[in-house]
C-alpha cells in the first residue's frame, strides 16, 4: 500500500498569510495526487486534482505542484473561509489512500 | 447540480449488519464509477470501496474485506454498501461520492451518513 505522509498536521497562520502544506508518498506516484479541503461537519470538497489542476469554481490562490513522491499545497493570501482541514489523497493504485490531514488555524 | 444523498446509517450493535444508500441525481450516474468513503469520529479520511459503472469491477480497503459489500442500481440512480459483522472501528460517517477513474479523485461528495457500533 501507498503511504501518505502531509506535514505540518497543523498551521497557525493569519489573514494574508501564505501557507504551504507537503505530502510525501511512500512510492511514487506520477501525478496522481488530489487535494481536499474539509471544513468542521461538512463532507470534504475537491480543490486539486493530478498534483495541479485546479477544480472549476477554486480559488486561483489555491495551487498545487509536485510529481513522483513530494507535493506542495500552497495558499498563496489565505482568506477567513480557508481556515479547514486539507487532505491530499494518491490516486496511483489500490487502495487508494489519504494523507493524515493539515488543520489550518486562525493565529 | 450533481446531489449525492446517504442515507441508513444509525447505532447498530457489535456482529450485526446494516445497509447504507446513496442517491445520486444531477448527472449519468451510469456513466461513473462510485465510492465509498468513511471518516471515524475527530479522525481522518477513509477510502472504503469502489465500483465501476456497471458493477461488474470491486474494490475495497483490507479492514472490510469479505464483511462489506458495495453494489449500485443504475436503474435506480442509487448506491448501497452492504456492512455485516460490524465492529466498533467502524464506527464513522460515511460518504459517497462519485470517482473519476482517469484522474483517480473523488469529484462530489454527499453530506455523510452516521453509523455507530456500540453495544
Known amino acids: 500500500d501507498i503511504q501518505m505522509t502531509q506535514s505540518p498536521s497543523s498551521v497557525s497562520a493569519s489573514v494574508g498569510d501564505r501557507v504551504t502544506i507537503t505530502c510525501r508518498a511512500s512510492q511514487g506516484i506520477s501525478s496522481y495526487l488530489a487535494w481536499y479541503q474539509q471544513k468542521p461537519g461538512k463532507a470534504p470538497k475537491l480543490l486539486i486534482y493530478t498534483a495541479f489542476n485546479l477544480r472549476g469554481g477554486v480559488p486561483s490562490r489555491f495551487s498545487g505542484s509536485g510529481s513522483g513522491t513530494d507535493f506542495t499545497l500552497t495558499i498563496s493570501s489565505l482568506q477567513p473561509e480557508d481556515f479547514a482541514t486539507y487532505y491530499c489523497q494518491q490516486a496511483k493504485s489500490f487502495p487508494l489512500t489519504f494523507g493524515g490531514g493539515t488543520k489550518v488555524e486562525i493565529k | 447540480e450533481v446531489q449525492l444523498a446517504e442515507s441508513g446509517g444509525g447505532l447498530v450493535q457489535p456482529g450485526g449488519s446494516l445497509r447504507l444508500s446513496c442517491a445520486a441525481s444531477g448527472f449519468t450516474f451510469s456513466n461513473y464509477w462510485m465510492t465509498w468513503v468513511r471518516q471515524a469520529p475527530g479522525k481522518g479520511l477513509e477510502w472504503v470501496a469502489n465500483?465501476?459503472?456497471?458493477?461488474?469491477?470491486?474494490y475495497y480497503v483490507d479492514s472490510v474485506k469479505g464483511r462489506f459489500t458495495i453494489s449500485r442500481d443504475n436503474a435506480k440512480n442509487s448506491l448501497y454498501l452492504q456492512m455485516n459483522s460490524l465492529r466498533a472501528e467502524d464506527t464513522a460517517v460515511y460518504y459517497c461520492?462519485?470517482?473519476?477513474?482517469?484522474?483517480?479523485?473523488?469529484?462530489?461528495w454527499g453530506q455523510g451518513t452516521l453509523v455507530t457500533v456500540s453495544s
Open positions: 461520492a462519485d470517482w473519476n477513474s482517469s484522474s483517480g479523485d473523488f469529484q462530489d
Open positions: 465500483i465501476n459503472e456497471d458493477g461488474s469491477d470491486k
